[in-house]
Nanobody
Framework: QLRLVESGGGSVQPGGSLRLSCGASGVTLGDYAIGWFRQAPGKEREGVSFISADGGETNYANSVKGRFTISRDNAKDTAFLQMNRLKPEDKDDYYC????????????????????WGQGAKVTVSS
């Protein structure tokens, strides 16, 4: 059974960096597209970044473009979200999720496309 575990969350000052990891067990992560989402209490889950199963296609929300980088190491069944130049508005709980692609280059920005979710990693950005 697929299980996802996020790590790397924490508290940083504005302008700082964090790298989130999403480790998978029970399956071959390379068979799945990965999405990173974030959610604040009382708000809808927001798509942050997405990567296809083969790593060839990526996409970013406009709010993080140029600051965040998504990547994956399928040999290690792990995906990453490098977050640079963090802003106070980036403060949220961050979740990774997997979705089953029809083609290796598929991904989706909608939460409902994803089947399995991690437990979340908390990111705080404050001075």
């Amino acid at each position: 059974q697929l299980r996802l575990v996020e790590s790397g969350g924490g508290s940083v000052q504005p302008g700082g960096s964090l790298r989130l990891s999403c480790g998978a067990s029970g399956v071959t992560l390379g068979d799945y597209a990965i999405g990173w989402f974030r959610q604040a209490p009382g708000k809808e889950r927001e798509g942050v970044s997405f990567i296809s199963a083969d790593g060839g296609e990526t996409n970013y929300a406009n709010s993080v473009k140029g600051r965040f980088t998504i990547s994956r190491d399928n040999a290690k069944d792990t995906a990453f979200l490098q977050m640079n130049r963090l802003k106070p508005e980036d403060k949220d709980d961050y979740y990774c999720a997997t979705g089953v692609p029809i083609k290796p280059g598929d991904y989706c920005s909608l939460p409902r496309w994803y089947d399995e979710w991690g437990q979340g990693a908390k990111v705080t950005v404050s001075s």
